[in-house]
């Protein structure tokens, strides 16, 4: 087949010559709820075969591979609680579906599906990313189930033609769009530790309640930055509300004359 011929990857899979693919935040989860899924299966599978454990006289591995495969049940929950708020579940479903409150709920993983939005939604310890990812997982279920050829990328917006690009770009634009935002939330914190400084220099002075003023507005603009993020990043889109309005008290308490403002401030940092 001459390079006319040769078809065009797909999307959401890379080939030798090209970058790895970036999925779209829902598939990237689903990926890695497969992975872990996968792994735990896989190392089910492996402790069942009895005859060469039984002729294991040193005690506890039997226990060793249970605790191994209960690990294995913590990371997939994780896992699986990241793709219902990828999947634009609220907390109360969450804890309606664990059986707890949703405060409950937010306590337990709300930091795991913190990281995963930050840090880890794009990221996999694979050099050839989540797409590659996926096909290595359909090749392993195949051997199990051989009518089930594509049982992970089937699933996937990125392999259907119709939706893939569209939801690929738009995923990539709210990544750039929260990196920018971090990026402007970074320059707003060192503009409010200057004002901070201004303000306190200015106290009893005519110029005190401009950099009062100042200040206000630089927590304002904090606020403004966390509201945007909600839309950014939906996963933690509660807690980004939560933060801008602790930033809009934050302004009120500025203008407020009292004791306490200082001290309230301080503690919103």
Not at 1 to 8: L, Y
Not at 54 to 65: C, I, T
Not at 111 to 139: K, M
């Amino acid at each position: 087949m001459s390079d006319e011929e040769s078809p065009a990857p797909r999307v959401g899979v890379t080939t030798s010559e090209s970058r790895p693919a970036t999925l779209p935040s829902l598939d990237e989860a689903y990926v890695a709820h497969a992975d872990a899924l996968s792994r735990l299966a896989a190392d089910a599978l492996r402790d069942i075969p009895l005859e060469l454990r039984a002729l294991d006289r040193e005690y506890g591995g039997f226990l060793s591979a249970a605790l191994h495969l209960r690990y294995l049940a913590d990371v997939l929950v994780e896992k699986a609680v990241i793709v219902e708020k990828e999947r634009g579940a609220s907390w109360t479903d969450i804890g309606n579906a664990a059986g707890m409150t949703k405060q409950s709920a937010h306590e337990k993983w709300g930091t795991a599906v913190g990281a995963w939005t930050v840090v880890n939604q794009r990221r996999h310890p694979t050099e050839f990313g989540s797409a590659h990812l996926a096909r290595r997982i359909d090749e392993w279920y195949a051997e199990l189930h051989p009518d089930e050829e594509h049982a992970i990328t089937a699933g996937l917006a990125s392999t259907d033609p119709t939706r893939g690009v569209a939801e690929a770009q738009a995923a990539a634009a709210h990544r750039v769009a929260a990196r920018l935002l971090y990026a402007r939330l970074d320059e707003l914190k060192k503009e409010n530790a200057v004002a901070f400084n201004a303000a306190f220099e200015a106290t009893g002075t005519d110029g005190h309640a401009a950099a009062r003023q100042r200040r206000a507005d630089m927590r304002t603009a904090q606020a403004e930055v966390y509201e945007q993020l909600a839309i950014a990043e939906p996963t933690i889109a509660d807690e980004h509300r939560a933060r801008a309005k602790k930033q809009r008290e934050l302004a009120a308490s500025v203008l407020t004359p009292g004791p306490s403002r200082l001290t309230n401030e301080e503690t919103g940092q």
